[in-house]
């Protein structure tokens, strides 16, 4: 600053008055950045959070295309009288009853390995008296599919169908 600015017009010097000066005090720059660093915290888990989220979602989305590539190939299995009591075992086998735990095998999709669970069971039969009694004649097919290491029943696919035979009659 110019010295001339401080020079009253009678030549004397006159003190310059610092209270009117406006800026930030050091505590006020502190509580700024305290601030600033718990909103980029939130913004940097929120960050990690949905990072997690989406690796999740496409492990369901892989899952989602193992049981459905399965339920295809159940469908793809005529409901005959040679497949309806054939073992279940993929991808040769048939459309034979499991046990209600299911047939549980590990298959990797991807680089990622999944536990599938299939429970086929028998819902109805034909009646006694008829040809065949005893017989299937619809099947409930369950297919679970959970990654591996999954912490959560929400990371699990699900898809249930039924199948039925051509056999003629009211059952």
Do not use: C
Not at 8 to 23: F, I, P, T
Not at 141 to 154: A, K, Y
């Amino acid at each position: 600053m110019n010295a001339s600015n401080n020079v009253k017009q009678d030549g004397s010097l006159v003190a310059r008055n610092h209270s009117q000066e406006q800026g930030f005090t050091l505590i006020e720059t502190a509580i700024a950045l305290v601030i600033m660093m718990i909103i980029s915290l939130g913004v940097a888990s929120l960050f990690a959070y949905a990072t997690h989220a989406n690796g999740r979602a496409d492990d369901r989305e892989l899952a989602m295309t193992i049981a459905q590539r399965r339920l295809e190939w159940f469908r793809t299995i005529p409901f005959t009288t040679q497949t309806r009591q054939l073992a279940y075992s993929y991808p040769t086998g048939g459309l034979g009853a499991t046990s209600t735990a299911g047939v549980e095998e590990t298959v990797t999709n991807a680089g990622h390995s999944f536990r599938v669970t299939t429970i086929v069971q028998n819902t109805s039969f034909v009646p006694s008296g008829n040809p065949d009694a005893g017989a299937p004649t619809v099947k409930t097919i369950q297919i679970s599919v959970t990654p591996l290491g999954s912490v959560s029943t929400f990371d699990s696919v699900t898809i249930t169908t039924q199948r039925s035979t051509q056999v003629i009659g009211n059952f």
